[in-house]
Structure formats: C-alpha cells, structure tokens
C-alpha cells in the first residue's frame, strides 16, 4: 500500500521539469514591405502600358501601313507632311474627323471658288465614308463672305483664323501661297498631307482621282480606329 502512493509525485515533478517548447517568428523588416509596395508598382505600370499599346496598336498599324509599307505602284499624289504637325490650341475643337483644308480670305477669288468646288466634290464622291470627313474653310482676314459665298458652304465648317497662327502650322508648296493648296489634317489634329489646288495649278479630273485616291487609301488604313462623327 505504501509503495503504490509514492510514484505519482515523482511523474508530476519530472515533467515539471522538462523545458517549454516555444516557436519564435521574426519581425517583418521595413524593407521587405517597401520591396513589396515596389513590386506592385512596377506591376501596375506595366499592365497600364500593356493596356496603352493594346489601344494604340490599330492607330500605329494603319500609318505605319501607309508611311512605310507603301506599295510602290500606290504612290500617293499629295506630299506627306513628315513630321505632322498638330492643329493650333484655337482650332482644337475640329479634332476627331478627317479634315480637308484650304485656306482664303472673305472675299473668295476664282482660285478660292475652285478649291471649295473641289473640296466639296471629292467629299460627296467618297460616298458612305463622307461622314468621316469634314469640308473646312479657314477664312484668314476679316473680310465678310458674299452672300453667294455663304450659300455655296453651307455644308462647309467655315472658321475665322488668324493669318500668322494659320501659317506657323501650315505651309504651301514651294514657291506658292498658303490660300494655292489643299491641306488634309487627320482625325487626332495632325496635318499630314499637302494637295496642289486650283491656286497652284489647274486640277483636271485625273487629278482630282488621284487627290481622292490618296484620301481613300487613307480612311481605309484607319477604318479599324475612326469611326463617322466626332
């Protein structure tokens, strides 16, 4: 009897005795979480410029198909602008539609009335695709419109500028003026190509195809990012 109550005791303060196991975890370091923030970032960004070039690749497509894979029996009969130049901060608003440009004062001479009659006409000749591209007249000076001016575009967008600013952004062919050619500006406000017009020499129907031609190829290249209407 007395044997069998003594052992218990001796069970309890053994283990007692045997050391505690304790886990240790080390504190994070302010630059691991400085390393972390530094990783998504640079993940943030590169998403957001995976995203950019997604959205820019069809705009970049289209004219890197006109400007450098150019079939050498296309060869365009306007002068490429190279490098464009964008619209004045005063005509920002007619950004978003292709533009087909000439220049003249108020009162509107014969070289005047033809380029409008050819800006109008190939415009209508361009059928469904018409309304991706806008008949613009910028009026240099501030001579008022002849009342039968005014009649013949009513169709136009007819802008008052002011000469200097006009000229800083667009220049004529060598040797004539500003108010002798055509001018086509794209949808983003970019002047990218120069027409003789009717001030520079006399436009025949051939050249009017060609003028056309060149404008088609254009709305083509860019048909999978423009659509009609600003």
Not at 98 to 126: M, P
């Given at each position: 009897?007395s ?11 053994a ?76 005509l ?5 539609q ?56 009513a ?23 500003l ?52």
């Open positions: 009897m044997g069998s109550s003594s052992s218990p005791p001796i069970e309890k303060a283990l007692l005795d045997e050391p505690l196991g304790l886990t240790v975890h080390s504190l994070p370091r302010p630059q691991d979480a400085v390393d972390a923030d530094s990783r998504r970032t640079k993940t943030g960004r590169m998403k957001m410029l995976l995203v950019l070039a997604i959205c820019a690749a069809p705009v970049i497509a289209s004219y890197f198909t006109y400007y450098v894979i150019h079939p050498q029996d296309a060869k365009s009969y306007g002068t490429l602008i190279q490098p464009q130049r964008p619209l004045p901060a005063s920002a608003s007619l950004k978003g292709w533009l087909l440009v000439s220049v003249a004062g108020g009162a509107c001479d014969n070289a005047c009335d033809k380029n409008l009659y050819l800006q109008r006409q190939i415009r209508e000749s361009l059928g469904r695709e018409k309304e991706r591209v806008d008949w613009v007249w910028l009026v240099d000076d501030a001579v008022p419109l002849r009342p039968e001016t005014q009649a013949a575009v169709k136009a967008t007819v802008v008052k500028v002011d000469r200097t600013e006009v000229s800083r952004w667009l220049e004529p062919e060598a040797g004539h003026s108010h002798d050619d055509i001018y086509l500006v794209d949808p983003m406000g970019n002047w990218m190509m120069r027409f003789p017009g009717a001030g520079s020499r006399e436009i025949d129907t051939a050249a009017a195809k060609k003028m056309k031609r060149d404008i088609e190829r254009l709305l083509r290249a860019s048909a999978s990012w423009d659509l009609p209407g600003r």
